[in-house]
């Protein structure tokens, strides 16, 4: 959904560039968009580029279709990411071997994959250069 409070992540996003929220008046750096900041719960943030980069945290192994769109994708990998700005991110893993907790990986934003139909972005993450 691309409202006023995820403009900016997904505008971000269809420039290969991962942007997060940062409030305006305690500093807290968050993701996913969201109105309210949930340390001083302020209304007021800034959109804020952030390094593409982080390690991974944990991952899973989707076996099963849940949308008609995925059908020949599966089995898929998703990350759950520790982005090195600190917030957690989740998205599709791409590489031939599979992740390892703590791996260096990169975050980018790819369009018209063949699993996705949709218009938005799909962030993707691949293993890091070494």
Not at 1 to 28: H, I, K, L, P
Not at 42 to 71: E, L, N
Not at 93 to 100: I, K, M, N, Q
């Amino acid at each position: 959904m691309n409202d006023a409070v995820s403009e900016a992540y997904w505008a971000g996003a269809a420039r290969n560039e991962f942007v997060v929220q940062r409030c305006d008046s305690c500093g807290t750096v968050r993701h996913y968009p969201r109105i309210l900041c949930s340390t001083c719960y302020s209304f007021d943030w800034s959109p804020a580029p952030a390094a593409p980069t982080g390690t991974v945290y944990s991952w899973t192994v989707a076996h099963h279709v849940f949308d008609p769109t995925v059908t020949t994708e599966v089995p898929y990998t998703l990350v759950t990411v520790d982005m090195n700005v600190g917030v957690r991110v989740i998205g599709r893993f791409d590489s031939d071997v599979a992740p390892t907790a703590g791996q260096a990986v990169v975050l980018e934003f790819r369009d018209a994959l063949e699993f996705r139909d949709a218009d938005a972005p799909t962030p993707v993450f691949t293993p890091a250069p070494a």
